[in-house]
Nanobody, 115 residues
Framework: QVQLVESGGGLVQPGGSLRLSCVAS????????MAWYRQAPGKQRELVAS???????NHADSVKGRATISRDIAKITVYLQMNSLKPEDTAVYYC?????????WGQGTQVTVSS
């Protein structure tokens, strides 16, 4: 089983930046597809970005050019760097680890973009 703990959320002004971190409990997390999802009030959870075991990344169109997912295998941590934040980026951000049909989720970290 993999436990995921997110951090780095908070209140930020429009145009600002945040880096979210997700620390995994298992050194085997490098074999999982790691991803960040977000869920805004009244909306469905959506994929923000993902990174495969091979290191290939994918970013949602809504954040492309503004967000970057990365991972540090030695620190068993996956990051989401978000720049040029917009009010519509306000959501709870969840870390996800997926291996075939098994998925693990973190508890989420709140990101609020407001002036």
């Amino acid at each position: 089983q993999v436990q995921l703990v997110e951090s780095g959320g908070g209140l930020v002004q429009p145009g600002g930046s945040l880096r979210l971190s997700c620390v995994a409990s298992s050194r085997f997390f490098s074999v999982y597809v790691m991803a960040w999802y977000r869920q805004a009030p009244g909306k469905q959870r959506e994929l923000v970005a993902s990174v495969t075991p091979g290191g290939s990344t994918n970013h949602a169109d809504s954040v492309k050019g503004r967000a970057t997912i990365s991972r540090d295998i030695a620190k068993i941590t996956v990051y989401l760097q978000m720049n040029s934040l917009k009010p519509e980026d306000t959501a709870v951000y969840y870390c996800n680890a997926q291996l075939e049909d098994v998925a693990y989720w973190g508890q989420g970290t709140q990101v609020t973009v407001s002036s």
